[in-house]
């Protein structure tokens, strides 16, 4: 069984920054994929970043340049550093983890880009 609990979201300005951590419990083995997603009432859940875990990774186009994701394998904890925010990029910010055939989340973080 894993657990994820996402940690880091808050309200910032425009072009401002924040780092998302999502510490992981439980069992995790190599062949895992990690990211993030992000998810705005009435719209899809949006890819943010996703990362494999021979270091392959992609970033959603609406996040590229500005997004960079991260990993301490000691601390089992995944991190998301945002840049240079747009009020577009105000959304719930959800950790994922696919392993074994499973699909896990987080609970998510509150992300609000405003003036």
């Known amino acids: 069984q894993v657990q994820l609990v996402e940690s880091g979201g808050g309200l910032v300005q425009p072009g401002g920054s924040l780092r998302l951590s999502c510490a992981a419990s439980g069992s995790i083995f190599s062949g895992t994929v990690m990211g993030w997603y992000r998810q705005t009432p009435g719209k899809q859940r949006e890819l943010v970043v996703r990362?494999?875990?021979?270091?392959?990774?992609t970033y959603g186009d609406s996040v590229k340049g500005r997004c960079t994701i991260s990993t301490d394998n000691s601390k089992k904890t995944l991190y998301l550093q945002m840049d240079s925010l747009k009020p577009e990029d105000t959304a719930v910010y959800l950790c994922n983890l696919m392993q074994g055939g499973y699909d896990y989340w987080g609970q998510g973080t509150q992300v609000t880009v405003s003036s």
């Open positions: 990362r494999w875990t021979a270091g392959y990774t």
